[in-house]
């Protein structure tokens, strides 16, 4: 039987809930449109700087616009699907590779080998946290695990409450460390690689000073949950799920099946997979691989795993298929972005719209600027959540506004990246909602417990954008 309070929570997620991306993204895109017609023609002179077309800030001036029709907005993602049709393959590529990983379950089978270690281990039940936290962390920080962290729930609320923890820490294990590390990213191609190649940045540079952001951002985490864990231990009560976990109990308490161990074909998986990772970074770092030359390596690492993990050659094709299909949406979400953008130049309004922002973002100093550019993304992530298609609306703005307002281009992706922090919050958010939903945390109750780690993480990313200004970061 539903409650009045059901009613009345059933009725607030109603309000809260939005359009789908594509609709949102597609309203944009016919308010751009419509702006064609509207604002002003305008340009800013560029001059070559080290090989770059940099805007100089004092040459804006007006020019005829060419106002974008019904037969522009139409075509306009079709000409976005061509533009960025290199990151669009390569976003396919890697969701079709690791989703050949995942075929394998070698990294399903080492999560459960080191929950099984706990029992005999006194030292792993203290490194519990740190170590799966880490590890969820470094798959948002390289390969962008996002959702792919969500099955985890079922695996880690079961095992946090065996130890003697909460539902709310067995949620935040995968889904914290994903977020954080996919937020903190230094090697993300979702989100850090897409945003350097629309931004004209070299992919993947600046990783070392994103590094220690990653290390600094995940450390807090893991600090916060071993405080909060260590609370909940003591005290049981002081859970806002107490009640959920006393029915929970009932239940099997490790949710690791008929597990039986690590195999040595699955280390062998994994040892492939970190050896690609270490390829990549040093073909970057060392030859300066692009997105064409990445997505070859990872297209390389999934024939090798599937090999290696005894799949056989429909498995691996039906594996990649199923992976690549996976991220159609988010190939699109791109496309449409990047359709928006086209729509914009076509008219020549992007330098209009870039001089009208820049009141609102310059400041006498660049760190505020940063910290600016850093509250508008963490705005738009509230309404787009996919970091790659964020990264294809927003960065063909920032980017050149960031040149605009003495802040390096470089500092304007580490304020986008940062934006992405509020996602575990968000209700609007499929990821957080599907989680919760995973988990039966009422989002609600949910919010009430991440606003002070939220507080942490919005000054840290305040704190983190001021080394990158004051030594110009490039």
């Given amino acids: 039987m539903s409650t009045p309070s059901n009613h009345a929570a059933s009725g607030s997620k109603k309000k809260l809930k939005l359009p789908h991306t594509f609709v949102l993204l597609f309203i944009i895109l016919a308010l751009i449109a419509a702006a ?63 989703a050949v990983l995942q075929k394998t379950e070698a990294v399903d089978a080492m999560i459960k080998a080191l929950a099984r270690a706990h029992d005999s281990s006194p030292f792993i039940q203290k490194a519990l ?57 230094f090697l993300n191609p979702f989100n850090v690689g897409i945003a350097q190649g ?88 060392g030859y300066d691989w692009y997105i064409d030359e990445i ?20 498995q691996i094709v039906e594996s990649f298929i199923q992976g690549a299909r996976d991220l159609v949406g988010t190939a699109l979400v791109i496309a449409l972005a990047r359709g928006t953008m086209i729509l914009a130049r076509d008219a020549h309004i992007i330098d209009t719209m870039l001089h009208g922002l820049m009141p609102l973002v310059q400041s006498s100093l660049p760190v505020f600027a940063a910290w600016k550019m850093f509250g508008i993304q963490t705005v738009i992530n509230f309404f787009i959540h996919s970091g790659s298609g964020q990264a294809a609306l927003t960065m063909p703005i920032m980017a050149p506004l960031s040149d605009l307002v003495g802040v390096t281009r470089q500092t304007a992706i580490l304020a986008f990246q940062l934006g992405e922090l509020t996602t575990p919050m968000i209700p609007t958010s499929g990821i957080t909602v599907g989680v919760l939903a995973l988990a039966r945390i009422p989002w609600i109750t949910w919010a009430k417990w991440m606003i002070p780690l939220q507080l942490i993480y919005a000054a840290l990313a305040l704190a983190m954008l001021v080394p990158p200004c004051l030594m110009n970061w490039q």
């Avoid at 090989?51 to 019904?70: C, E, M, R, T, W």
């Avoid at 290390?215 to 002081?238: C, D, E, H, S």
């Avoid at 997505?295 to 429909?314: C, E, N, R, W, Y």
């Fill in 36 to 98: 064609t017609w509207l604002v002003p023609g305008g340009k800013y002179d560029t001059h070559l700087v080290n090989g770059k077309q940099l805007i100089d800030p004092a040459s804006f001036h007006y020019i005829p616009s060419v106002p974008q029709g019904f037969t522009a907005l139409i075509k306009a993602p079709i000409k976005g699907f061509v533009e960025a049709a290199l990151i669009i393959g390569f976003v396919l590529v890697v969701g079709g590779a690791f």
């Fill in 198 to 285: 629309i931004a004209g940045v070299p992919v993947f540079s600046g990783w070392g000073y994103r590094l220690i952001v990653w290390v600094i951002a995940t450390g807090v985490t893991i600090a916060f949950l071993m405080w909060y864990a260590a609370r909940i231990k003591k005290n049981p009560q002081l859970s806002p799920t107490y009640a959920l976990d006393l029915e929970k109990r009932k239940e099997q308490p490790h949710g690791l099946g008929d597990f039986h161990g690590i195999t040595g074909r699955h280390k062998l998986v994994l040892a492939i997979f970190v050896a690609a990772l270490a390829i990549m970074v040093g073909g970057v770092v």
């Fill in 129 to 185: 946290i740190p170590v799966f936290v880490t590890m969820f962390s470094i798959g948002g920080a390289t390969f962008g695990m996002n959702e792919e962290a969500i099955p985890f729930v079922m695996i880690f609320v079961p095992l946090a409450l065996a130890l003697g923890y909460d539902t709310v820490t067995g949620v935040s294990i995968p889904f914290l460390g994903s977020q954080v590390g996919f937020g903190a990213a």
């Fill in 295 to 314: 997505a070859a390596l990872f297209l390389v690492m999934g024939i090798v795993i599937g090999l290696v993990g005894k799949l056989d050659s429909t």
